[in-house]
């Protein structure tokens, strides 16, 4: 019979504690970069695995707009852990590292997406101003605080 628990549950746990409030593609591109190769799919076994056994919490449910291979929409799942995890100093540090990293491309992947919608918004309709409109939110809920010129777009286009 297996024992209860798994390595790859303690590092994600180790992950929420270090980085907070996040959603499963994150946790897979933070562990792959500290504890190297894991499938997906493992992230997520583990993931409904620790809100089973209460270890995390879902903190919210944020739907999102994208080119995802099942379609234009999806429900990102952000989880947190319920109790702070002990790690060794150099693991945390690897943890933070790989998160500034992560959220240095998210930073980068937001400008090329308000680039786009730039364009969009000349000949918008009611998708362009729901694509805008998705990507303040998502602004404000990772950094607080988002580019103004999405309200001058939302404004502009039809409701």
């Given at each position: 019979?297996?024992?209860?628990?798994?390595?790859?549950?303690?590092?994600?746990?180790?992950?929420?504690?270090?980085?907070?409030?996040?959603?499963?593609?994150?946790?897979?591109?933070?562990?792959?970069?500290?504890?190297?190769?894991?499938?997906?799919?493992s992230i997520y076994?583990?993931?409904?695995?620790?809100?089973?056994?209460?270890?995390?919490?879902?903190?919210?449910?944020?739907?999102?707009?994208?080119?995802?291979?099942?379609?234009?929409?999806?429900?990102?799942?952000?989880?947190?852990?319920?109790?702070?995890?002990?790690?060794?100093?150099?693991?945390?540090?690897?943890?933070?590292?790989?998160?500034?990293?992560?959220?240095?491309?998210?930073?980068?992947?937001?400008?090329?997406?308000?680039r786009e919608l730039?364009?969009?918004?000349?000949?918008?309709?009611?998708?362009?101003?729901?694509?805008?409109?998705?990507?303040?939110?998502?602004?404000?809920?990772?950094?607080?605080?988002?580019?103004?010129?999405?309200?001058?777009?939302?404004?502009?286009?039809?409701?």
């Amino acid at each position: 019979m297996r024992k209860p628990g798994s390595p790859i549950r303690e590092n994600i746990l180790k992950i929420l504690s270090v980085g907070g409030s996040m959603y499963g593609y994150e946790i897979y591109k933070i562990y792959k970069e500290v504890y190297g190769d894991v499938l997906l799919r493992s992230i997520y076994y583990n993931l409904k695995k620790a809100l089973e056994e209460g270890s995390i919490e879902v903190k919210r449910v944020v739907g999102v707009l994208g080119n995802f291979t099942w379609g234009p929409e999806t429900d990102r799942v952000y989880y947190v852990v319920k109790k702070e995890v002990e790690m060794s100093k150099e693991e945390m540090d690897g943890i933070k590292r790989a998160l500034r990293t992560y959220k240095k491309s998210i930073k980068e992947e937001l400008k090329k997406w308000i680039r786009e919608l730039s364009r969009e918004v000349k000949h918008g309709d009611e998708k362009t101003r729901r694509k805008c409109e998705k990507l303040k939110a998502f602004y404000l809920m990772k950094f607080g605080k988002y580019p103004k010129i999405l309200d001058k777009w939302i404004e502009s286009l039809p409701p």
